[in-house]
């Protein structure tokens, strides 16, 4: 994912997870929770510290080798900055554009999402 510096899982505890990133110039940092997964089926999170968002992304299996990827993401945009990033799609774009990447990935013969 573009823009993405680290994601670190928890040692403890696989279902947390601290998130560190740089967005627009600005760099962010959330911890979140994984509140539910069903393997290679859905993945639901929320923050719990730090920038505020949460989403889930669900794989619907179309043909043995297709599949539909759909993500519902909501954040809270932080300050006026962010504000007016979102109010002109810089959000949405970012997040389509890493969508494709993702697809482009797990499309190349032999390719793993992980």
Request: neutral net charge.
């Amino acid at each position: 994912m573009e823009g993405v510096v680290s994601v670190r899982r928890d040692p403890l505890d696989d279902r947390h997870l601290h998130w560190e990133a740089e967005i627009a110039g600005a760099r962010r940092e959330w911890d979140a929770r994984i509140t539910e997964e069903s393997e290679n089926q859905r993945v639901a999170w929320c923050s719990t510290d730090g920038t505020p968002n949460a989403g889930v992304v669900t794989f619907h299996r179309l043909t043995p080798d297709r599949c539909k990827v759909m993500l519902q993401m909501e954040y809270e945009p932080e300050g006026p900055l962010d504000a007016a990033g979102d109010r002109m799609g810089l959000v949405r774009r970012r997040v389509r554009g890493d969508l494709a990447r993702f697809r482009d990935r797990v499309e190349k013969p032999g390719a793993s999402a992980r």
